[in-house]
């Protein structure tokens, strides 16, 4: 039955640039000094790669991360 592998970390809003699917596999996570988070991601549809940087920001309206 339906194999999707959601992986939890996967975040919410990042869309492929080139299709507009929001189905993006994260490749790697990374994290840099300066407290950001860099994801490197496929898109599942046309196999664009895309990285993005997520900034923890101190304070309630952070972006809400979760560490595995
Ligand atoms: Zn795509």
Redesign the pocket.
Known sequence: MGASSLTGAEHRGVQ??????ARLEVLQTRHTHDMRILRRRR??????RITTAEHLLAGPRGPCCRYR
Do not use: V, W
């Not at 492929?16 to 699917?21: S, T, V, Y």
């Open positions: 492929c640039p080139e299709c507009g699917c898109c599942r549809r046309c196999g664009t």
